[in-house]
């Protein structure tokens, strides 16, 4: 066994995972359990859970549970460790080079994940497009 690499889920790719695996690609899946194999959890930046709020309170997402009690559930899992939004994250995500995706959210994510050295699981083109970043998805 290798040293395990540090899983960082965007947060389309958090919610599915949670609510249902089987809709995230193989790929996907087989790096979370490598990842869980080797005792590793997953990680999720807090601004996921800022933007599962808000996809919540603009009827863009409906969950099963109250969204206080599902962040809560996830908070109590094993399995994943929250990633707060420090500093050096907030500060790294405006120097990006060369990145021009302006969503401020994805861009807290693409620097949690360059500063955590972890590998991003997402479907978003323009973050699996973004050079510095390694990405797994399909």
């Known amino acids: ?6 899983i960082l889920l965007d947060t389309h790719a958090w919610v599915w995972w949670v609510a249902d695996p089987a809709h995230l690609p193989d790929a996907a899946r087989h790096a979370i359990e490598e990842s869980l194999d080797e005792g590793e959890p997953v990680r999720v930046s807090a601004i ?3 933007e599962v709020a808000m996809l919540v309170s603009r009827g863009r ?7 206080a009690d599902w962040i809560a559930h996830n ?3 094993p399995e ?3 990633v707060p939004v420090d500093n050096r994250i907030a500060l790294r995500s405006v120097q990006l080079v060369d990145f021009d995706h302006r969503d401020p959210a994805d861009r807290l994510i693409a620097a ?7 590998v991003l699981l997402t479907a978003d083109a323009r ?3 973004y050079a510095p970043l390694v990405t797994v998805w399909d």
């Open 1 to 6: 066994m290798g040293v395990p690499r540090v």
């Open 80 to 82: 994943i460790t929250f």
């Open 127 to 129: 973050l699996r497009a």
């Open 61 to 67: 997402l409906e969950l099963t549970t109250d969204v």
């Open 48 to 50: 996921s859970t800022w």
């Open 112 to 118: 949690t994940a360059l500063g955590l050295n972890a």
């Open 75 to 77: 908070e109590a899992a």
